[in-house]
């Protein structure tokens, strides 16, 4: 069985930061991309960041110069930085990676359950 466990969340301050990470545990063979979705209340889930294996990211505007992904390829994690944070990037933040292969042929896209990330004063 694979999954995604995210763990980081919390409440903070605005201006504050916190740091999520996601690990992908079970049978894997490799993962290519692993990225960062968000869900605030009565909104859409929106993509905050990707990365593929290779290094290579997409930061959504909203969040770019505060926000950094990053990944260790060895550990199967992926990991946020978000720096400056505001009241609007309060959410409910889901890992996800599209392209885990179990198998070299046999691909998942699976998602975490979610962290919660409230910034409030």
């Known amino acids: 069985q694979v999954q995604l466990v995210e763990s980081g969340g919390g409440l903070v301050q605005p201006g504050g930061s916190l740091r999520l990470s996601c690990a992908a545990s079970g049978s894997i063979w490799s993962i290519n991309t692993m990225g960062w979705y968000r869900q605030a209340p009565g909104k859409q889930r929106e993509l905050v960041a990707v990365?593929?294996?290779?290094?290579?990211?997409n930061i959504a505007d909203s969040v770019k110069g505060r926000f950094t992904i990053s990944r260790d390829n060895a550990k199967n994690t992926v990991y946020l930085q978000m720096n400056s944070l505001k009241p609007e990037d309060t959410a409910l933040y889901f890992c996800n990676a599209p392209d885990l292969a179990i198998t070299p042929s046999y691909y998942k896209n699976v998602w975490g359950q979610g962290t919660q990330v409230t910034v409030s004063s």
């Open positions: 990365i593929t294996r290779g290094g290579i990211t």
